[in-house]
C-alpha cells in the first residue's frame, strides 16, 4: 500500500505529530490522523488506543501536549469551526427532564443552517420518540437521540465514537442507512468502533490505533486481512524455533507447554503440528479477535513500519 | 500536506445566534420546572417560611415588623436560584459530562452561563411575584406601589451576586458535596446576615463579609425602612465581590471545564 497517501483536496480535520499526556500515562504518542472530505474513516482499536483521546482533541475538548490539531483549517476551539462539526458521544448525560424534541430543538439552535425537527426525528429514525421525555427512554433509545443530536445541524464531518454500542439490530441498520445516506450527501464521518463488521459496512477507509499511534492504515479489504487470522493452541513436544520457521505461521508464543500460533492458513499449521508431534493434544483451532489482530499490529510495529498495513 | 483553509461552514447569523442563547436559556428554566427536587424547594420554600414566619407569628405585630419580615424572605428567596442554580447544577454537569458535550457543541460563548442567569431570573420573579401576593393580601404588608417597585429593581440585582456565589462554589465543589456547601452557605446567608434578627458579637463583625447583608440594605432603604451604612458603599462591595467570584470560577472553569 502507498507509504504517503495522496491527499484528495483539504483535511476537514488533522492531527499532526500529536502526543497527549495526562501525568505519566502517554494517551497519543505521536498521531498523524486526517479526516478527508467526503469520507467515512473509521478508527478501530482496542480499549485505550487513544481513539476517544484524539477525537477529543480534534473537536477542542483538550488541548495536546505538544503538536497541531486543526478543524476546518481552524483552531477546534474557534466556534465557527465547531458549526460544521455533529458530535455523538460515548458517554454523555443530557438534561433528562426535557422531552427530545425540546432536545433537537435545543441543539439545533447552535448551528446556522440545520435540519427542521422533522427532518432530524426522521432521518434518525425517532419519530415515534419526539414526545418522551428523554429520562423514560431505554438505553439503545437514548443512543439514537444522540445520534439524532448529533445530525441536526447538518454537519460537514460527523464524529460518531462508537455509536451503535447498546443497539438492536433494527436500530443499528436505521442508523447505518443515515450515516451512508449523509456520506452521500457530502458529509465525512469519523466512527470509532469496536467492530469490524461495522467497519465492514461503512468505512471507505480504516485507521487501526494502539497505545496512541497509527499502527495500521488502509481499506476494508486490507485491514479484512488481518482479521482473517486464525489461532492455533496445542500442547506439543515440537520446540518454538521450529515452528516460527514454518512459513504459514506469521506468529507463535509458548507458555509454558501451550504453544500459541497465528496464521492465515490454520489447516496448513495444524498439518504441520500433526506431522511433526502427533502425540501433540489440546489442539484448538479460533478466528484471531480483533483486539488480538490489533495487539500483534502492536507487538509488530516498530516506529519505521508502523505505515504497513499487513 | 496542507491543512484546509477554507471553512465550508456558513456563517451565523446575529438573529440565530442571539436565538441561540435564548433557546438555551429556555430549555435551561423549562428542565429545572419540570424537576422538582430542584424547583420545589426553590419555589416553595420561601413562600412557605414567609407564611409561617412573616404572617402566622407575626400577625399582630404592627406595619414595621411586617414589612422587615416581608423584605427579609424577598432577599432569602430571590437568592435562591441563583445560588443552587449554578451552586448545584454547574458542579454536577461539570462531572457528568454535559458540559463537556456542550463544549463539543458550537454552543455560543458564554451561553451557558447566561441561560443558567435567565433561569436565576425568571426563578427569582415566580418567587418574587409569590411573596408580594401573599405579603399584600395576608402580611399586612404596607408598601406603596413605588415602594415595591424600588424592592423588584434591587432584588434584580441581587440575582447576580447569587449567582456568583453559586458558580463560585458550583467551580471548586466536587459535585457530592456541592448541594451541602450550598446549604450552608444559603443558611449562613440567611441567618448570620442580620435578614431577620439582629445580629451580635462576634458574628456582627463578620456580617458584612455576607451578600444577604449588603442586599438586606439596599433593599430596606429601597423599600423606606430602617437600614445600616452608605447605600453606594453597600453596591460597591456587591459588585466588587460578584466580579471576584465569578473571575475565581471562570477562571476554574476555563482551566478544567
Redesign the interface.
Known amino acids: 500500500m502507498k507509504a504517503e497517501p495522496q491527499?484528495q483536496?483539504?483535511?476537514?480535520a488533522?492531527l499532526?505529530g500529536v502526543h497527549k499526556r495526562y501525568g505519566e500515562t502517554v494517551a497519543l504518542n505521536g498521531l498523524d490522523l486526517?479526516v478527508r472530505p467526503g469520507e467515512l474513516l473509521s478508527v478501530l482499536g482496542p480499549n485505550g488506543a487513544g481513539k476517544s483521546t484524539a477525537i477529543a482533541l480534534m473537536?477542542?475538548?483538550q488541548e495536546p501536549t505538544s503538536g497541531e490539531v486543526?478543524l476546518?483549517?481552524?483552531s477546534p476551539r474557534d466556534?465557527?469551526?465547531?458549526?460544521?462539526?455533529g458530535?455523538m458521544?460515548q458517554?454523555?448525560?443530557?438534561?433528562d427532564?426535557?422531552r427530545v424534541h425540546?432536545l433537537i430543538?435545543?441543539?439545533s439552535?447552535?448551528?446556522?443552517?440545520p435540519l427542521t425537527l422533522a427532518e432530524t426525528l426522521a432521518l434518525a429514525g425517532v419519530e415515534k420518540l419526539g414526545p418522551r421525555?428523554y429520562a423514560k427512554l431505554s438505553g439503545g433509545q437514548k443512543r439514537q437521540v444522540q445520534f439524532a443530536l448529533a445530525i441536526c445541524?447538518r454537519p460537514?464531518l460527523l464524529f460518531l465514537d462508537e455509536p451503535t454500542t447498546g443497539l438492536d439490530i433494527n436500530a443499528r441498520e436505521t442508523m447505518w442507512a443515515a450515516v451512508r445516506g449523509l456520506v452521500t450527501g457530502g458529509a465525512s464521518i469519523v466512527l470509532t468502533t469496536h467492530y469490524i463488521e461495522e467497519a465492514e459496512a461503512l468505512a471507505d477507509r480504516v485507521v487501526v490505533m494502539a497505545k496512541g499511534r497509527q499502527v495500521a492504515e488502509g481499506t476494508v479489504e486490507e485491514m479484512r486481512k488481518i482479521v482473517v487470522r486464525k489461532r492455533v493452541d496445542c500442547v506439543t513436544a515440537t520446540a518454538l524455533a521450529v515452528i516460527e520457521a514454518w512459513p504459514e505461521v506469521s506468529a507463535a508464543a509458548q507458555t509454558g507447554r501451550q504453544v500459541s500460533i497465528t496464521t492465515i492458513d490454520a489447516e496448513a499449521v495444524v498439518r504441520r503440528l500433526l506431522g511433526a508431534d502427533p502425540a501433540l493434544s489440546d489442539l484448538e483451532v479460533r478466528r484471531a479477535g480483533l483486539s488480538e489482530a490489533f495487539a500483534e499490529l502492536t507487538a509488530e510495529a516498530t516506529p519505521e513500519t508502523n505505515q504497513e498495513a499487513a | 500536506m496542507t491543512l484546509a483553509a477554507t471553512n465550508p461552514v456558513p456563517a451565523m447569523s446575529l438573529k440565530r445566534l442571539i436565538g441561540a442563547y435564548f433557546s438555551d436559556a429556555k430549555y435551561e428554566s423549562l428542565r429545572l420546572f419540570r424537576t422538582p427536587a430542584f424547583s420545589m424547594p426553590i419555589l416553595a420554600m420561601p413562600i412557605l417560611f414567609y407564611s409561617f414566619f412573616g404572617v402566622i407569628l407575626n400577625g399582630k405585630a404592627g406595619a414595621v415588623f411586617a414589612n422587615q419580615m416581608f423584605v427579609g424572605w424577598t432577599v432569602y428567596g430571590v437568592m435562591g436560584p441563583g445560588l443552587f442554580g449554578f451552586g448545584i447544577l454547574v458542579a454536577v454537569e461539570r462531572n457528568q459530562g454535559l458540559l463537556t458535550f456542550k463544549r463539543a457543541l458550537p454552543m455560543p460563548t458564554g451561553s451557558y452561563l447566561t441561560s443558567k442567569l435567565m433561569m436565576a431570573y425568571v426563578f427569582a420573579i415566580v418567587v418574587m411575584i409569590m411573596l408580594v401576593t401573599a405579603g399584600l393580601t395576608m402580611g399586612h404588608v404596607t408598601l406603596a406601589g413605588a415602594q415595591l417597585f424600588r424592592l423588584a429593581a434591587v432584588m434584580s440585582l441581587g440575582v447576580f451576586p447569587a449567582c456568583a456565589v453559586g458558580l463560585f462554589i458550583g467551580c471548586y465543589a466536587p459535585a457530592s458535596s456541592a448541594a451541602a456547601f450550598a446549604n450552608i452557605v444559603y443558611l449562613g446567608m440567611a441567618f448570620l446576615s442580620g435578614l431577620f434578627f439582629p445580629i451580635s458579637g462576634v458574628l456582627k463583625t463578620i456580617q458584612p463579609i455576607w451578600p444577604t447583608y449588603h442586599l438586606a440594605q439596599l433593599a430596606r432603604a429601597s423599600a423606606g425602612l430602617p437600614s445600616q451604612g452608605s447605600m453606594p458603599q453597600h453596591i460597591a462591595i456587591l459588585a466588587v465581590m460578584t466580579l471576584a467570584l465569578t473571575f475565581a470560577a471562570a477562571r476554574k472553569l476555563a482551566r478544567t471545564g
Do not use: C, H, S
Not at chain 1, 483536496?9 to 476537514?12: E, F, K, S, T
Open positions: 491527499i483536496g483539504a483535511a476537514l488533522a499532526r486526517e473537536l477542542g475538548l486543526r476546518f483549517g481552524r466556534l465557527a469551526a465547531r458549526r460544521g462539526v458530535v458521544m458517554e454523555v448525560m443530557l438534561p427532564a426535557l425540546d430543538a435545543m441543539t439552535a447552535y448551528y446556522p443552517d421525555p445541524g460537514r
